[in-house]
């Protein structure tokens, strides 16, 4: 089958530890391949002083799962003499409170890849004695990186092959880590080549990076997932909520369309806010399949465990049906609350 390349780089350093058409077959296995194609993405495969200068650490903060797990958040809770409260503004303040809380929680981390579509002239120029830089959106590797997980990965006793050299199962891990950072970074390709850009935000990111991991996990193979599933375990909450959807999601097809729901803020042309209440109200008319059942659990569910139950049916819903909801990010803070709430039991 005739396979269409796109643009890949390998440091000379690492040439012996992975080869080009080894990264051409990790990317074909991502949903995404034919768009990186079409939108010329280009890949580096570099060390990680590259890809701190293309994503500074400073911009890579994420929650820490124990911290998060230790800490009584800010939840909701309505009662009967704070009615005349109800209303949006009140509504936007509480969920405002709750994200900037959370955001004291954030720490640094170190990031085996990063997509970028943002390079610049200066960038390529102060790179150019290391990697040929071009202005096209590019996924970028820390090798060196990816090889010292699987160092630490291969001391603890994680064999792959027991005919192979400790040597070799380094390589191998490694090549494993990478497929996976690969396929995490197709994830940020295809929500940015199609509008939706990247936000420093701690209910963004939980979001975006939860569902990257969730199409890497989803589409290697049972020998990678182990890897995939010893290293996501040491990594920010970001990371590790790829739990929380395949918990969930029963199937490839059900993530692919959560992707979308993501992507779009639609479902098959009904705007995100509104579809769930259609369910609420007239359930008799769709079938209620898993992706559509997870909206109208997290919705319902996070009203009754955050104490607002009433609130909902009374105001959340009239606001959204008749548009006094303007901004779609409500919607998915409050889902990113319920991922939290859950996330806090379940890892």
Known sequence: MFIRMINVWIDSRYNNYISKQEVFKYLTISPFYHLLYNNNVHVYLTDSNVVDEICPPERRKFLDVETIKKQELPLFRFHEETREEYKKEYLKK?????????????????VLGCYCNCITDDLIYELS?????????????AVDRCLNV?????????IISTTTSSQQNVI?????????????????????????HYRNESWFKLIEESLANAVAYGFINKR????????????PLEYQAYKYWWN??????????????????????????????????????????????????????????????EFFHKVIGPMIIYGKISNIDIMWKLFGMVMIYYLKKEL
């Open 94 to 110: 509480t969920i405002d409170e709750f994200w900037k809380k959370l955001k004291e929680y954030e720490k640094r981390y170190p």
């Open 129 to 141: 004695h290391k990697i040929p830089l071009v202005k096209k959106p590019s996924i970028f590797i």
């Open 150 to 158: 699987a160092r630490n990965l291969n001391s603890t006793g994680l």
């Open 172 to 196: 191998n891990i490694a090549k494993s880590i990478i497929k996976s950072a690969l396929i995490h970074e197709t994830f940020h390709a295809f929500t940015d080549l199609n509008g939706k």
């Open 224 to 235: 990678d997932k182990i890897i995939f599933e010893e290293i996501s375990s040491k990594q």
């Open 248 to 309: 969930r999601l029963k199937h490839k097809s059900e993530l692919m369309t959560t992707c979308h729901i993501w992507l779009r803020d639609n479902l098959y042309g009904v705007p995100f806010m509104i579809y769930p209440l259609i369910f609420f109200f007239i359930p008799a008319i769709l079938p209620i399949e898993g992706y559509r059942r997870l909206l109208i659990e997290i919705l319902h569910e996070m009203s009754i465990r955050y104490g607002f139950h």
